[in-house]
Each structure stands twice: as C-alpha cells, then as structure tokens.
C-alpha cells in the first residue's frame, strides 16, 4: 500500500512538472452569454495537455493502482484536509469577537471607518456583551458579505493581462484618480505590446489579411474580457452563426484596437469599474439604505456633488464659437437645454400630458402598474437589515432584469396582438435596488389580458416567496378620470426624481418619501446622483415618436422667425403672418404644434401611437462628420430633419454651425488676433489641433501600430493639404521623484525665432486645456523642443511627427535657413549644480530630505514663493530675495532668515512628500 501511496505521489508530481495545465483559454469562436447578458469566452481545459494526461492515467498499471480502494481513500483523506485548511483560512477570524475586528482592521479605510465608529461607541456606551454581540452578528455579516462580492470582482489568471494583473485587481476599489491613471497607461503599453506580436504572428502589419485581422482583434478582445472591461466593438465584430469572416467590416476593428491602445479610454473604463465595485462593497457593508444613506452610499453622493461642481465652473469659463467667430455663452446654453432639471421636468409633463389627451382622443384607458425585482436582488430588507437572500448582484444587473422582463412581456404582447403606449419610470429602493412604474394606455377591452399577461411575468421568477396577491412583486391601479388625470398621478413620480417640485401638503409641510422616510425635496438628489451613478435611464416612452425630433422642429421654428424678422415679415401682433413657415401642409402642421408644446397634435400630424419608427411622417437627417474622430471613425451627427415624401426637398438642416468650446474672451484677450492670424497663416483654413476633441495626449499617438491603425481607417491625414496641418500635444508624465526627466527631455542646442502667429496660436491652444504657457516654451517647442510642467512632459506633433524649427520655417516663412537641431541633454549638469548648493544648506539645517524633490522643483518653475521670499534660480547659482508689498525687494536676506525661509520650503516639500 505504501508503495502505491508513493509512487501516486511521485507520478503526480512529475506530471505537474512536465505539463502543467493552463487555466482555460478561449476555444476558437465559441462564445456564450453570462447572467448578467454579456457575451464572454467559453474556457475549456487544454485539450493536448489533458488528451496527454488522460493517456498515462489510461494505462493498465496506472489504472489498476487508482481502483486500489485503500489508495481512493487516502486521496479522499488529503482532500478533505486540504478543505478544512482552506475553510480555516477563509473563515478562522469568525470565532472570537477579537479575531473578527482584526479582520475589519485589515479592510479598506471606507468600510472599515463605519464600523470602527460604532464599537467604539459600543465599547463606550455599552457592557462588552453587546459590542461583542455587535462584533459577531452584524460586522461578522458584513464582512462574509463582502468576501462574496470580492469573488465576483476577482479575475481569471487566463490570459496574459488577468494573470499579470491577478493581484492588483482586488484593489482596484481602493485606489484612487491618479492610481488608476498610472494604471491605465500602463494596461495601455502593455495591449500595444500585445498588438504587436499579434500582429507579427499574422504576418506582419503590412501583409496581414482580413481572417487575420479577425482573429488579432478577438484574441485582444479576450484580453480585455479577462479584465472584466466589455470590449469596444465586439456586439459588431463577436463571432455570430453563419456569419462568415468575409462578412465582417474592419473599419470598427481598426477604431476598438485604437481604443485598447488608448490610456484614456482605459482610464475611463477602469474608473467606472472601479466606482461600480466600490459601491458594491458599501452595499454590501450595509451603508446604503434608509437608516444610513438611501439610494446610494455617502461617497458616491459627494463625489456627484463635486462633479456637478466643477462642470458648473467649466461651464462658466467657457464660452461657444463657431466659424465666422461669434460667440455665445457655453452656461447658458447648457442652462436652456434639458440639462436644466427644470426644462426637462416641464418637457416631461408636456409629453404625459399629451399621451393623456392622445388616449381620450382614441378612448383607451389608462393602469399604473408597479414591477419590483425578487428579493435576491435587494441588499437589505425594508427595515434596513442585512438580506439573507441578496446574491449579491448589483443594481445595473437588476435593471438589466427588468429590461429583459419587459422584454418578455412586450413579445408575448405582440403575439397576442395587444399594444400598450405611455411612459415607463424607474427609480430606487432605498438600498439602491430599482424598481419600475409603468403609466400605460390600452383599449378598455384588452385591460384584463394585458394585466394578466404582465402579472404573470411580474411574479414568475422566485414566486415562492410571494404573499398571497403578490403585491410585494407586483402592482396595479386603474386611473379614474372623475378623481384625476393620469398625468397627476405620476406627476409625483416625476417631481421627486428630478427637482422636488412642488412635493408638498396642504399645510405647506414636504411630502415625505415611502422608501427613505426623509422629505422628497432632499432625496430628489439622492435619485439623480443614483441615476448617474448606475447610468440607468430613469424615463422612457413607450409607443411615441422621437422627442429628439421634436426638439429639431422647435429649433427650426425659432429659426425661421429670426428670418422672417430679418426681412420684416414677422409681426407678434399679428399671428396670421405665421399660418405657414413652410410650403408641405403636414410638416407647416407638425412644425406649428411643436412651437406650440402640444405634444398630443405632435403625435396625431406624425402618424400617431404604436406605429414603427420608419413609417413617421418626419425623421432625423444624419451625415457624416468631415474629420474622423481620434480613434479613426468616421461618425455621423445630427444636421436637421428630414421628410421622406418630399424626396430630396425633405432634407431641412437645422444645425447650420460648428461650435467649439473654448475659455471665455475675457480670459484671453488676444484670442480673436490669434485666430484671425492663423487663418491667413494657413492659407483661410484654420489649424487642426489634435489635442482636446480630436486626439489623446499620449505617446501612443507615435507609435508605429496606431499608424498603421490609422491608415487602415481611413486616416487622420485623409484631408491635410500641404499649408494646413493637424497638430498634436502629447504629454508624458515624469516618476514620483523626477529620475526619468533626463531621458524624456528633448532639446534643440540653436533655438530659431518662430512666426509670431504660430506662437500665439499654440499658447491659446494649451490655455483651452487649461495649461498655461509663456511665448518661451511655445517657441522652444516650435523648434522641437520638450517643455516639462507639473512634473509633466508636452511636446508638440505635426501629422503625427515630431516638430523641429526647418520644417516650422519651411512651412510658414519664406526664408529657409539651415538649422542643426541636434540632442542634448543638460539637466544632469543643471541637477548637479543646484545640488552642489542645496546639499549645505540641508546638512546646516539637520533636514533629512532629500535634496531632488527641490532641484525637480527649480528646474521645473524656477522659483518657489513663499509667503515673504522667492527662492530664484538663474540657470547658474541660487538667490533668496525678500518680498515687499507683494514686489521682489533686490536686497538679499540676512543669514538667518536666509536658513529659516529654506527650512520652511524644505519643510512644505517633506509634507507634500508624505502626503499631508
């Protein structure tokens, strides 16, 4: 027996050894959709290791000691040690109040601060009985709870990017903007890395075929999988039965292998992840509900309120200009549109309003129905308490579960041949769980079978759980028109998910929210921030035509009475002037009931309710922009509206204008100068800098993958002529400590006098970035040279090369001269001098920090103020001069002063260093 026991265990370790089994990869083009609806790969074992594996335990000899029962139960005896220690691993700290709060001292500071605060009250206020009894029941809980959702955001070691990234992932939660932007870059560097051998795997970018290209942009694809990011254009590219690879378009590959590659889009992704995540464990520590924080965690309502914020501060900065160079206010224009809560709740209830008059008109009735997901989706019970029953899903996937409930109900529907109109509204419990009310019209006759075809669905899932009329599950009321319109009833529901409205009693007190207990006015915040956070669309209509149309005619009526008043034909007097804008007696009708706000003749002069949306009498006019976008698509935008009876002359454009934002005139007084001097510069087409709206500041720009990515969409360069050119800004970001400032710096040794318009030109383009720089550094990187700011690098790029002052001359200047624009690199000179003076200063101090953060600071700014001094330095030795009323004094400071203002630089630097 023993013998067995042996030679089982040398054999499986020398297999182990030999073959080592890889975790799974995706098998060709099989592909399955996982619970929550999105697509990942089917992982299957490796098929030659296993296939290997399975013939040595095959033999005779091999199987006859397998069947050996005193051999099967001493595996099953490791087996079951090897579960008991790994239970003791996961589960050991719950014996013992002690072991369960060292345990929530190792969590991350935002779950760990909420219950710190209560023991301690607990230990205070309370016998060590009950804050033991705290310590083992509900903290216990928590902490199970957020184990559970910590394996749902865990990865796969799979493929190349899980398994580097294994270890980091866990934490992801926890990091904060500038991690994940490292991050980021780095995940970016590295698919580009992994495009490249893909590439050259297929043959090389430049002889690589379309069954090629296919397969490199899904095996990236499943790269970006293992990170739980859905990649770009894979509902599009994603193998598809009998659909074969000549039937795939490229373009949309080329543009998803250009987002993989930039560090932005990953940023983007990863932030959303990461906020996602990190509201999943304030869920599941039990920080969202309506004893703590309804709707959705603290945090997350603090980060929306600081967004919020800054976009009313960007908003009021900047300002819109089009090509002839008129402006208009970016504020205002966001404040007249339906960002405005107040705009869009008005638009709202006009649009209820008239589905309302619409169904009187066509005598349909009208049910408010209420649909609520199971209990496994709700991460507490109503009185605030941990949820047995919570499987730990987030509230996207249960809005996911409603949309694919309503979907099930719209078919069977459709095959019953009932059809429903109206308005669907969702908004949270008060643990962030969403629910759906529904305010829909039918005929009076199909009401019962339409109710009973929804309950059925409604209560489907998990109805064990169900009382006996299942209201918990599902709801419905019939609207009385003797009591009130329908309109009023949801008015409510409307209200306290926007603004607030007008949630008030008769006594004039606030109207108090079912789910929360707090006043509708406050959480009216709380339901937007909830919104926004889970990116759910909070109203929809049901059966409509497009409101996007809508607001197209209202904009073309507002236009043509400006013209009709530029011409004095339009008199407010006298409303008959305006019978007819337009000569098509259905478009004149449709256009004047929306300038008039009744949504109700809007849908009747379209074609009315619950027809396809091809068959309405007027639609949205697209084309396609004339510059592709910074990942190489070429997208379509809205132009106007168009009517499909009238042929061609039912194509009205009603955005005429090309806006561009930018800082306010105020702000930048040579901004108009600036732009009428490039414009004759570039012979009166105006330069196209790629920084901002049309390109990432990134060095992935120069890379040889993204211009061959380029290339194969259609180009960047596709409309560049040889006196307009497409500009670049990419920046690069130093180390913490400034080490790599010698390598990334690039410098000319003969710098070259640029032209004067050039140099305005890309000062205002780095102010609209909110980078400011001096005429200097525009002319340094002109000559193409590297400025560094903030511990960052920007350079300039022009069609996706490298600037230098010939070709700059070449370009705009008819004198040619010669210039030599050779590498150096002086800063290790400039860093030994300031050090040669700091080096004293700190040891007569006894300050023991490092010397590099100030010489990174001096070379960067030059000079550091302080409250009364400036620290200069001159390129060549270091002066302290003395500030009086607010001006640089030339007297230099006493000896002793002199130490103490160094000490305090040094000292703010040590704090910035540590953090503080």
């Not at 705009?343 to 009187?360: C, D, K, S």
């Not at 969403?434 to 409604?458: C, G, N, Q, V």
């Not at 300039?796 to 070709?807: E, P, V």
């Amino acid at each position: 027996m023993s013998e067995t026991i042996v030679n089982y265990d040398e054999r499986t370790s020398q297999l182990k050894q030999e073959l080592a089994i890889d975790y799974g990869y995706p098998s060709g083009d099989w592909w399955e959709i996982s619970g929550d609806g999105s697509p990942e790969p089917i992982y299957s074992y490796n098929k030659p290791a296993h296939d290997y594996i399975s013939r040595l335990l095959n033999t005779d000899t091999y199987d006859s000691q397998l069947q050996n029962p005193a051999l099967k139960s001493y595996i099953e005896r490791n087996i079951a040690e090897a579960k008991k220690e790994q239970e003791r691993l996961d589960h050991g700290w719950t014996k013992s109040p002690e072991e369960i709060e060292e345990r929530l001292n190792k969590e991350p500071h935002f779950i760990k601060t909420f219950y710190q605060k209560k023991i301690a009250w607990f230990k205070k206020n309370r016998s060590p009985k009950k804050s033991n009894a705290f310590l083992t029941g509900t903290v216990k809980k928590a902490l199970l709870r957020l184990n559970k959702v910590r394996e749902q955001q865990s990865v796969r070691p799979y493929k190349l990017l899980s398994a580097y990234y294994r270890g980091v992932w866990p934490h992801l939660s926890a990091m904060s903007r500038p991690r994940i932007k490292s991050l980021a870059n780095e995940i970016a560097s590295r698919v580009e890395l992994l495009l490249t051998e893909q590439l050259d795997e297929h043959g090389g970018k430049d002889n690589i075929d379309k069954a090629g290209m296919i397969a490199v942009y899904r095996e990236i694809a499943s790269e970006v999988f293992s990170l739980k990011v859905f990649p770009p254009g894979w509902n599009v590219l994603s193998p598809k039965p009998g659909k074969v690879t000549d039937d795939y378009d490229l373009t949309p590959a080329y543009a998803a292998l250009n987002r993989t590659m930039n560090p932005e889009w990953w940023e983007r992704q990863l932030w959303r992840l990461r906020s996602d995540w990190r509201e999943a464990l304030l869920r599941a520590s039990n920080q969202v509900h309506k004893k703590a924080h309804p709707y959705i965690s603290a945090e997350a309502f603090q980060e929306w309120k600081e967004q919020k914020r800054k976009n009313s501060d960007f908003f009021k900065s900047h300002e819109l200009i089009d090509e002839d160079g008129n402006t208009a206010s970016l504020e205002d224009m966001v404040l007249s549109s339906i960002s405005n809560p107040t705009i869009r709740r008005h638009e709202l209830m006009t649009r209820m309003q008239g589905v309302e008059y619409v169904a009187q008109h066509n005598g349909d009735v009208g049910v408010f129905y209420t649909i609520t997901c199971p209990s496994k989706y709700h991460c507490t019970t109503y009185g605030g308490r941990m949820n047995y029953k919570w499987n730990h899903d987030t509230p996207p996937i249960a809005q996911k579960y409603l949309t694919g409930l309503w979907a099930k109900i719209g078919a069977k529907l459709h095959r019953e041949n009932l059809r429903v109109y109206g308005f669907r509204v969702a908004e949270p419990h008060h643990d962030g769980t969403p629910h759906w009310h529904l305010l829909l019209f039918m005929h009076p006759s199909d009401r019962r079978e339409i109710t009973k075809i929804i309950h059925a669905y409604a209560i489907k899932e998990d109805r064990h759980e169900l009382s006996k009329f299942h209201r918990e599950r599902f709801n419905f009321k019939k609207i009385d028109p003797e009591k009130g319109s329908a309109t009023a009833y949801i008015a409510k529901y409307i209200s306290k998910n926007i603004d607030g409205y007008a949630l008030r009693d008769k006594d004039g007190n606030p109207l108090l929210d079912d789910e929360s207990g707090k006043p509708m006015t406050e959480t009216a915040k709380f339901a937007t921030a909830w919104a926004a956070r889970y990116r759910i669309r909070q109203y929809q209509p049901i059966g409509q035509p497009s409101v996007t149309v809508w607001r197209e005619l209202r904009k073309l009526n507002n236009q043509l009475i400006s013209i009709l008043t530029e011409n004095k034909q339009y008199n407010p007097a006298k409303p008959l002037n305006l019978e007819k804008l337009v000569d098509d007696p259905q478009l004149d009708a449709i256009l004047a009931a929306a300038d008039a706000g009744c949504w109700a003749s809007y849908i009747l002069f379209m074609g009315g309710v619950l027809i396809p949306r091809g068959d309405y009498a007027v639609k949205l006019d697209y084309e396609e922009k004339d510059e592709p976008n910074i990942y190489g698509e070429i997208v379509e935008r809205v132009i106007g509206i168009l009517v499909p009876q009238l042929g061609e002359n039912g194509r009205i454009c009603t955005r005429p204008k090309t806006w561009k934002i930018q800082t306010k005139s105020n702000n930048k007084p040579k901004e108009t100068q600036t732009k009428k001097t490039a414009s004759k510069v570039a012979g009166g087409d105006s330069l196209a800098f790629l920084g901002g709206f049309a390109a990432p500041w990134s060095s992935v720009n120069n890379s040889t993958v993204a211009e061959f990515l380029t290339r194969k969409t259609g180009g960047i360069d596709r409309a560049l002529t040889h006196s307009a050119f497409n500009f670049a800004i990419e920046k690069e970001c130093l180390l913490a400590d400034g080490n790599n400032i010698d390598k990334k710096l690039k410098k000319n040794t003969k710098k070259q006098t640029q032209p004067r318009e050039l140099v305005d030109l890309v000062v205002s383009e780095f102010h609209k970035k909110g980078v400011f720089i001096n005429r200097s550094e525009a002319e340094d990187m002109l000559c193409g040279n590297d400025i560094s700011l903030k511990s960052e690098i920007y350079r300039l790029l022009i069609n996706g090369h490298r600037l230098n002052g010939k070709m700059m001359r070449q370009s705009f200047s008819k004198e040619r001269r010669k210039s030599k624009n050779l590498y150096i690199n002086p800063s290790r000179k400039l860093k030994a001098q300031i050090s040669t003076q700091l080096i004293p200063l700190i040891e007569s101090l006894g300050l023991d920090v490092p010397e590099k953060n100030l010489i990174n600071s001096l070379m960067l700014n030059n000079k550091i103020v302080l409250s009364d001094a400036v620290i200069l330095w001159d390129g060549e030795s270091l002066s302290y001069r003395q500030v009086v009323n607010g001006k640089e004094s030339n007297k230099e400071l006493e000896s002793e002063k002199y130490k103490q203002r160094c000490a305090d630089v040094l000292a703010r630097i040590n704090k910035l260093r540590k953090g503080e």
